[in-house]
């Protein structure tokens, strides 16, 4: 049996024998984000891939990720290294919800998160991210928004605009669980460390950040920031990669570690037989695909 530097290689010399592309996103396990190609935020790394020669892509995520992959690159191949690796939030709301709520405000626009399946995203005009959000919001044609599906987002877009939001009533149960006085005994002892805070996390949580971001926006802030200590409010995943990066910075998760199980599930072991055999691969039906497009499409005018 082969240990895990052993997968790595064998991961390395079948990525190099059939051209694949891998990434990965910021919340996955060392010995994945070690093997990646590109790692970063969904909509980052759907777009690096879009513009990549390769046309075999795996996408070390959950599911509405390498979907949201396929979608900007239609003609290639994506797979999922586990096929039941979903989102638990993107799973709150159906397209038939959304549709009950669109006739019930026939004047709104809706803005749906990109952590949501591509059928709800073909329901949508508009897609936005966590770092984009209050951008799509404020330019979008409409005084009256519909966000889904989460909620925490949307009160923290609220903050910034005069427009009317309708947020569904959908969360990250890993953003949700941290608590003010996680970042408040943190905040105690660390007093010279600055709170980085995922918009996902509750009203009462932002309230005590420094800088509100995006992963990608924390990775980049905490690279150009002259700061040696910082203090992480989103899922504990992202601090290897901040650690690899700035040896010498120290980052401290906020409260207990907030781990989504649905990152954590995908093994090197995953990922090799994934290569292997050139499975899981995602699929979207194109009359689902080409409305999905069309909104994350809208949505690259405010990128």
């Known amino acids: 049996m082969m240990d895990k530097k052993e997968i790595q290689k064998k991961v390395l010399e ?6 694949a592309l891998i990434l990965c996103h910021n919340y996955q396990l060392p010995e994945i984000q070690d093997v ?19 046309n075999l892509i795996v996408f070390c995520g959950v599911h509405f990720m390498a979907e949201s992959a396929k979608i900007l690159s239609p003609h290639k191949k ?39 399946d591509a059928d709800v995203k073909a329901e949508s005009d508009v897609i936005c991210t966590s770092s984009n959000a209050v951008k799509v919001v404020k330019g979008i044609d409409a005084k009256k928004i519909i966000f889904v599906p989460d909620k925490n987002l949307a009160f923290y877009v609220q903050r910034f605009t005069d427009k009317e939001i309708i947020p569904w009533n959908g969360f990250c149960y890993v953003h949700a669980r941290f608590k003010p006085e996680h970042i408040l005994e943190a905040k105690k002892a660390h007093p010279d460390a600055l709170v980085l805070v995922h918009p996902e996390c509750p009203p009462d949580v932002i309230d005590l950040a420094d800088e509100v971001l995006s992963t990608n926006g924390m990775i980049n802030f905490v690279r150009s920031s002259p700061n040696k200590k910082f203090i992480i409010a989103t899922e504990e995943g992202i601090t290897y990669r901040m650690k690899k990066e700035n040896p010498d910075k120290e980052f401290i998760v906020a409260g207990p570690p907030k781990i989504c199980v649905n990152m954590k599930i995908t093994r090197i072991e995953d990922l090799y037989e994934a290569l292997l055999y050139e499975r899981y691969e995602i699929t979207v039906p194109d ?10 499409d809208e949505m690259l005018k405010y990128v």
Do not use: W
């Open 78 to 116: 994506v797979l999922l290294p586990r096929i039941e690796a979903g989102c638990f939030m993107s799973e709150l709301i159906t397209p038939e919800e959304l549709r009950k709520l669109k006739e019930k405000h026939p004047d709104a626009k809706v803005v749906a998160y990109i952590n949501t």
């Open 36 to 54: 990646a190609d590109i790692i970063g935020d969904s909509l980052d790394l759907s777009k690096q891939a879009a513009t990549r020669p390769e």
């Open 14 to 19: 079948l990525k190099e024998k059939k051209g």
């Open 287 to 296: 009359d689902i695909l080409y409305k999905a497009k069309k909104a994350l």
